[in-house]
């Protein structure tokens, strides 16, 4: 039930692209997405809430695709500030609708 | 306006003795959560508070672990025996209604070490 979340590692270099995956085996309601800098809080980036959503924050987007139950997290020219770890959370289509979250993909974003 | 609070920041311990975590939501939030994350995972949701009603416990180890919403307010988590196995980043976290699809606002976290 729990979402998988990949590539578990990735390093960039500033100005570079990514993209984060997380998919689920279940229907699925919703994907959020947050970033944990080390030793700080968790941080909101987005919710998505429909099948094929697709949303933006600066040069961060996500795509939400229902069908495929999976969300990506796209990183534009990536920013040293974009390092960090990114965790997606998922809810389930249905009554239970319990946020629950994947291991974390690392990022690191070098000059 | 002001963040989710707790406090201590830091705490380590020795096995079987007991602990308790503080958590001050953002003003006004009716829902408070608090999570257990251990190193290199995501945060695991321990117990959901609505109010100062118990929303969802299922995976609170009973036997040691308790939590209390006082006045629907502030919150304290207690480990009592604590095992080695609780060491972890203690979350908490709050929202505004508790509703599905809803930003959560995070505290720094208290980092617990139990040797």
């Known amino acids: 039930q729990q979402p998988v979340q990949s590539p578990q590692a990735v390093i960039l270099r500033e100005g570079e692209d990514a993209v984060i995956n997380c998919s689920s085996s279940?229907?699925?309601?919703?994907v959020h997405w947050y970033r944990q800098k080390h030793g700080e809080a968790p941080v909101f980036l987005m919710i998505?809430?429909?099948g094929g959503e697709q949303k933006g924050h600066e040069k961060i987007s996500a795509s939400f695709n229902e069908k495929k139950q999976q969300s990506s997290l796209y990183l534009t020219a990536s920013q040293l500030s974009y390092s960090g770890t990114y965790f997606c959370g998922t809810e389930n289509a249905g009554n239970n609708r319990k946020l629950i979250w994947g291991l974390g993909t690392s990022l690191a974003v070098n000059p | 306006e002001a963040g989710v609070a707790q406090s201590p920041r830091y705490k380590i311990i020795e096995k079987r003795q007991s602990v308790a975590f503080w958590c001050n939501p953002i003003s006004g939030h009716a829902t408070l959560y608090w999570y257990q994350q251990i190193l290199g995972q995501g945060p695991k949701l321990l117990i959901q508070?609505?109010?100062?009603?118990?929303?969802?416990d299922s995976q609170l180890p009973k036997d040691r672990f308790s939590a209390e919403r006082l006045k629907g307010v502030d919150s304290t988590l207690k480990i009592q025996p604590a095992k080695l196995e609780d060491s972890a980043v203690y979350l908490c976290?709050?929202?505004?209604?508790?509703?599905?699809?809803?930003?959560?606002?995070f505290g720094s976290g208290t980092q617990l070490s139990v040797l």
């Open positions: 279940k229907a699925l309601y919703s």
């Open positions: 508070f609505q109010n100062n009603g118990v929303v969802d």
């Open positions: 998505l809430l429909k």
């Open positions: 976290a709050s929202s505004l209604l508790g509703g599905s699809s809803e930003k959560l606002f």
